[in-house]
């Protein structure tokens, strides 16, 4: 997948969305999981991850505390129940997706386990090539395709990014033309 393309409508994907607590990729304190199987979402999981460090420098933006993440599990011990959502996926589908392939490598990393080996498809660049969108950050680009979103909720924003990836992958509607 290289963002320029649609992904096939009929198998699965997943998209994820990660929040951190400070400028390090190891930093997650947040992700959300959406599985999509035949152009429907399936699935969705959100988990608060406690991160390696107290200091949580992101809450203006996410919401998200320390004190609510002091006691969640860390990276290693929340990985485990997404990554079934990964399982037979085609590609990870991600707003900004260098942010979040780097995050996942980290976080991956520094718990010792596996990087997921799935291509990242970068829903700035499929809603650009896709529908010449700009601005394209998320709230504007689910804006433009009808989608709801509370922004820097992981869930939300992952569901939104499968969203996009679906309305991409569905054919061009002829203007003008009713289907009725």
Do not use: K, Y
């Not at 990729?25 to 969705?44: H, K, M, N, T």
């Not at 997706?97 to 996942?104: E, G, K, S, T």
């Not at 386990?113 to 970068?122: A, I, N, R």
């Not at 660049?125 to 979103?149: F, T």
């Amino acid at each position: 997948m290289d963002g320029h393309h649609p992904p096939p409508a009929d198998g699965a994907f997943a998209a994820i969305d990660f929040e951190t607590a400070d400028h390090g990729p190891d930093s997650a304190c947040a992700v959300g999981v959406v599985r999509v199987e035949g152009l429907r979402v399936v699935r969705r999981e959100v988990v608060l991850i406690r991160p390696p460090r107290r200091r949580v420098l992101f809450t203006p933006v996410h919401g998200i505390t320390w004190e609510m993440v002091a006691a969640a599990s860390v990276f290693a011990d929340a990985w485990p129940r997404l990554a079934p959502l990964l399982d037979g996926a085609a590609f990870l589908a991600a707003h900004n997706a260098p942010f979040d392939r780097r995050v996942l490598a980290a976080c991956c990393a520094a718990a010792g386990l596996p990087v997921p080996e799935l291509p990242f498809v970068c829903t700035v660049q499929l809603s650009r090539r896709r529908w010449g969108l700009r601005p394209n950050n998320l709230p504007a680009v689910c804006r433009r395709l009808g989608i709801g979103l509370i922004h820097h909720d992981p869930g939300s924003d992952a569901e939104a990014c499968a969203r996009i990836v679906i309305a991409a992958a569905r054919p061009p509607e002829p203007l003008g033309e009713s289907p009725f």
